[in-house]
């Protein structure tokens, strides 16, 4: 009798330490039941991260000029004002107005950091999950759709600060002047400013993408629990 009690004991025993271990697997797989407001959160920590991460480097003072992906280049009505410029010798002064240009860029992100930050963190996932299991960059994709206006508004101020704080400004009015006072040639006034705040919020979103796609390939770009558990879900509904 006693060696039944004692192997039921044991039975018992291996049991709920069976039922224990499982349990542990159980809770460490990914969790299907994600609301989307929880997906939607996943979401916003990786746009955060992109900005954090990738667009802290467009910063710096050369951080458009130096980065081939972003590098802010002369729109098409200036390529000619360029050439120009360099084959009567100015070249020099070509290449000052191209890196103010992108100097100012990186100046105006530096300062206005807490607007993209905003949009990501006011905006709303509609369909997260859909989102969440689309396109490699389907989160920034969706940032760009739905506030692209709203940022522009915001930021070309901004930009038009940094053209002036960085002397851009004097030094296209110099260009352009120089230009215009060429016999023959079509005279020309771009808005820097439009321009320059178009293609730094290009420059902006992209490297959001890029830190977007790097957390939905690579496990270990995932730095938090929340970004682990959410992103599963797209591993498993692409096995």
Not at 29 to 36: A, I, K, V
Not at 68 to 94: C, F, N, S, W, Y
Request: some cysteine.
């Amino acid at each position: 009798m006693k060696i039944v009690k004692l192997s039921l004991l044991i039975i018992l025993t291996i049991h709920i330490s069976a039922c224990s271990e499982l349990q542990q697997v159980v809770n460490s797989l990914p969790q299907e039941g994600l609301s989307n407001e929880q997906i939607a959160s996943g979401l916003k920590e990786a746009l955060n991260k992109g900005i954090d991460k990738e667009v802290t480097k467009l910063m710096a003072p050369d951080g458009f000029y130096k980065d081939q992906t972003v590098k802010i280049l002369l729109p098409q009505d200036l390529q000619k004002v360029d050439k120009t410029l360099r084959d009567l010798g100015m070249g020099q002064l070509a290449d000052q107005g191209l890196l103010l240009l992108n100097r100012a860029a990186s100046d105006a992100v530096k300062e206005a950091k807490p607007i993209f930050v905003e949009a990501i963190t006011t905006m709303s996932f509609a369909d997260a999950k859909n989102i969440l299991l689309g396109g490699q960059t389907a989160a920034t994709d969706y940032l760009q759709q739905k506030t692209s206006a709203q940022l522009y508004q915001k930021f070309s101020p901004q930009v038009q600060k940094s053209l002036h704080k960085v002397k851009a400004d004097e030094v296209w009015t110099k260009i352009i002047n120089k230009y215009n006072q060429i016999p023959f040639v079509n005279q020309v006034n771009p808005d820097l400013t439009d321009y320059v705040t178009q293609k730094a919020m290009e420059g902006v979103f992209k490297k959001v993408a890029v830190e977007e796609q790097k957390i939905r390939t690579d496990f270990n770009e995932r730095t938090s629990a929340l970004l682990k558990k959410v992103f599963a879900l797209q591993d498993n509904h692409n096995k």
